[in-house]
T-cell receptor
Framework: GENVGLHLPTLSVQEGDNSIINCAYSNSASDYFIWYKQESGKGPQFIIDIRSNMDKRQGQRVTVLLNKTVKHLSLQIAATQPGDSAVYFCAETGGTSYGKLTFGQGTILTVHP | KAGVTQTPRYLIKTRGQQVTLSCSPISGHRSVSWYQQTPGQGLQFLFEYFSETQRNKGNFPGRFSGRQFSNSRSEMNVSTLELGDSALYLC???????????FGPGTRLTVL
């Protein structure tokens, strides 16, 4: 895969468990954060986003938490399914550079039936 | 609404050649950003175009260039290819500003 060389963090869970994927971001000026899911052979797929004026946002089975004090982002997936197996990336942007996303290294999520 | 499309999906070139990749954004999107994805470096930003103007540029050598047309379609060009340019090249489109970027499937470039 595209990310093997980086020795990505891995998370292995059983189907039906809840998953939590963490991300530390670097730029204090960033004010918009996105989680993407990338399956093998595909481009990143948008999951959920959050802006800096919020600390929590919920979607369908997913929740994103933002802690600006420690520059930390997390993605929670409820009732994880085998189809959730993929690499998950957080991305940050903001200020005058909204067209530029800075990505985290990614986390490999494996869901066992 | 059709998603972001990229052509070609796969490409094999030899060192020293040049290559042009194409990206068609989602209808109505005026911003196109390009990224390089490799096992060693992950996802790295190349450049962004909005209304035919380059607005942001990443830390890549001048061999990497791009352009955007009046219909928002974008191309990127890599000249004098090196082995290290082998990568998945992704483009993403958005309406601009702080709007969400949506990615295409990528073009996998192999340099021999």
């Amino acid at each position: 895969g595209e990310n093997v060389g980086l020795h990505l963090p891995t998370l292995s869970v059983q189907e039906g468990d809840n998953s939590i994927i963490n991300c530390a971001y670097s730029n204090s000026a960033s004010d918009y954060f996105i989680w993407y899911k990338q399956e093998s052979g595909k481009g990143p797929q948008f999951i959920i986003d959050i802006r800096s004026n919020m600390d929590k946002r919920q979607g369908q089975r997913v929740t994103v938490l933002l802690n600006k004090t420690v520059k930390h982002l997390s993605l929670q997936i409820a009732a994880t399914q085998p189809g959730d197996s993929a690499v998950y990336f957080c991305a940050e942007t903001g200020g005058t550079s909204y067209g530029k996303l800075t990505f985290g290294q990614g986390t490999i999520l494996t869901v066992h039936p | 609404k059709a998603g972001v499309t990229q052509t070609p999906r796969y490409l094999i070139k030899t060192r020293g050649q040049q290559v042009t990749l194409s990206c068609s954004p989602i209808s109505g999107h005026r911003s196109v950003s390009w990224y390089q994805q490799t096992p060693g470096q992950g996802l790295q930003f190349l450049f962004e175009y909005f209304s035919e103007t380059q607005r942001n540029k990443g830390n890549f050598p001048g061999r990497f260039s791009g352009r955007q047309f009046s219909n928002s379609r974008s191309e990127m060009n890599v000249s004098t290819l090196e082995l290290g340019d082998s990568a998945l090249y992704l483009c993403a489109s958005s309406r601009g500003g702080s709007d969400t970027q949506y990615f295409g499937p990528g073009t996998r470039l192999t340099v021999l």
